[in-house]
């Protein structure tokens, strides 16, 4: 059984969620700058403010989270049992806007791979990382 949280403590909790430099982005970032590759972070005057950003081939990195961004079929994109008229709306328009900021940025010219939090892991990290610089390879789709 769930431990119940005040809402007091959940706040707290919640609060320290951080948006930016999160662990899985962290190791994205050094397993690529390992590699040789070297890009820039969290462009602000790109849509969604992608995490990780290679422009000279014109492609963008977004590290997301498997529970915040409802990564299909994973085991941690659970919607909580309590509370559920708060989460699911939240994490529906979370998936909506993070479609928007994809469409926005192929508009623009831009490529977008997405690595999901659950890639990150030492298990899997070698295989994202490879999959990442085949996709650079590529150039234009």
């Known amino acids: 059984m769930p431990i ?3 809402s007091a403590a959940r706040s707290y909790n919640m609060s320290r969620i951080r948006a930016k430099n999160t ?3 962290i190791a994205i970032r050094k397993a690529l700058f390992k590699q040789g590759l ?14 990780i950003v290679f422009s000279k081939q014109k492609t963008v990195i977004f590290v ?13 994109a659970t919607i ?3 509370n559920i008229d708060y989460w699911i709306p939240k ?5 909506l806007r993070d479609q928007r900021h994809y469409h926005e940025l192929e508009t623009l010219g ?9 890639r990150t892991k030492v298990l899997f990290l070698v295989d994202t ?7 650079l390879d590529r150039g234009s789709p």
């Open 64 to 76: 997301h989270g498997c529970f915040w961004h409802s990564h299909p079929g994973c085991k941690r």
């Open 110 to 118: 831009w490529r977008v791979f997405v690595v999901w939090e659950c």
């Open 4 to 6: 119940q949280q005040t």
């Open 91 to 95: 994490i529906t328009n979370n998936t």
């Open 38 to 51: 070297r890009f820039r972070l969290h462009v602000r005057n790109l849509p969604g403010k992608p995490d």
């Open 80 to 82: 909580p049992k309590s």
């Open 23 to 25: 662990s899985p982005e």
């Open 129 to 135: 990382v490879n999959d990442i610089v085949k996709f």
